[in-house]
């Protein structure tokens, strides 16, 4: 592994206790240039998440709180006129920073949801017809409430689809919350403790690593590998939408960006199957009597992949 993802990891760990895998996955995600959809029960530390890489990596954060009322120019900016100059000024809204959380994204409706494609997808954004680039690196995390539905805009298949991944995060294991009491204990000043968060990496150092990320070598093999699940899903009767061929290159990306991760310069099959369930989860739609059987994405990758010989 390179040794600063390593010290950053261990400085991430220190302030974010039970979510092992989701913030190795978070990295993985940055690293492959890709967004993040976050679901989990309210009070499992998703904002603090998505706070400290900001601060390990040096980057800019911002985060907006997604409401019914929420106007697509409140996230991507607006045109005011100055009447002391006598001229038009563009105030860039909150979604020109590095790192954005986008909080409970299900609470606003779809016509402010859309505001996001266009900086997910292209990394710039469009204030009355002129176009400004994003801060680079531009990593989204969006989160939503699995538990209450009452009031809320379900994203279309379509949108979830722009995410590189779909990350559950559940309640932490006993010894995770008993380390989560004792930091509160400990903590006399909030402040303090988060300016404790040390700074592992800057930006370049970021944007570098995303760079040899991309020359982390993919066998044909692994091409292979990766479109004969994804094409397998559109086959099996128990899935009503297959993944996309978004669905592929999302795998293949984080593939690389988990070899990366992991301190190899080259893809393995392990590396494909690690990654099918986050980069596909939310892709699919199910057929209407796996729903009622109480059948799950999750378990219907599982079959597909198992169904798929493995490259030697």
Do not use: C
Request: charged share 25%; no cysteine; proline share 5%.
């Amino acid at each position: 592994m390179n040794p600063i993802l390593g010290e950053l990891i261990k400085e991430y760990e220190k302030h974010i206790f039970g979510q092992r895998s989701n913030i190795r996955l978070l990295l993985t995600a940055i690293l492959a240039r890709g967004h993040v959809l976050l679901e989990g029960v309210p009070g499992t530390g998703k904002t603090k998440m998505v706070r400290t890489l900001a601060q390990l990596i040096g980057g800019e954060y911002q985060r907006i709180q997604f409401t019914p009322d929420l106007m697509p120019s409140d996230i991507t900016g607006n045109v005011i006129y100055n009447m002391k100059e006598g001229q038009f000024d563009t105030l860039k809204g909150p979604i020109f920073t590095h790192l954005l959380l986008g909080d409970e994204i299900n609470r606003t409706p779809a016509k402010t949801q859309a505001a996001l494609l266009e900086a997910m997808e292209e990394k710039q954004v469009t204030i009355h017809g002129t176009t400004y680039p994003l801060l680079e690196p531009f990593f989204l995390v969006a989160t939503q409430n699995p538990i209450e539905y009452e009031g809320t805009y379900a994203l279309p298949e379509a949108q979830q689809d722009r995410f590189l991944f779909k990350l559950m995060v559940d309640y932490p294991t006993l010894e995770a919350e008993k380390e989560v009491l004792r930091q509160v204990l400990q903590q006399k000043n909030i402040q303090n403790k988060e300016s404790e968060i040390k700074q592992i990496m800057s930006t370049q150092d970021l944007l570098q690593m995303q760079q040899e990320v991309k020359e982390i070598r993919v066998d044909e093999a692994i091409i292979d590998y990766i479109a004969q699940i994804v094409r397998k899903t559109r086959e099996s009767t128990m899935i009503r939408l297959g993944a996309s061929p978004r669905a592929g290159i999302a795998v293949l990306t984080s593939s690389q960006a988990w070899a990366y991760l992991e301190g190899r310069e080259f893809v393995t099959p392990d590396d494909v199957k690690r990654m099918v369930i986050p980069a596909m989860r939310h892709r699919m739609i199910l057929a209407p009597h796996i729903e009622l059987e109480g059948g799950t994405s999750e378990q219907i990758i599982q079959d597909v992949v198992a169904s798929i010989p493995v490259p030697r």
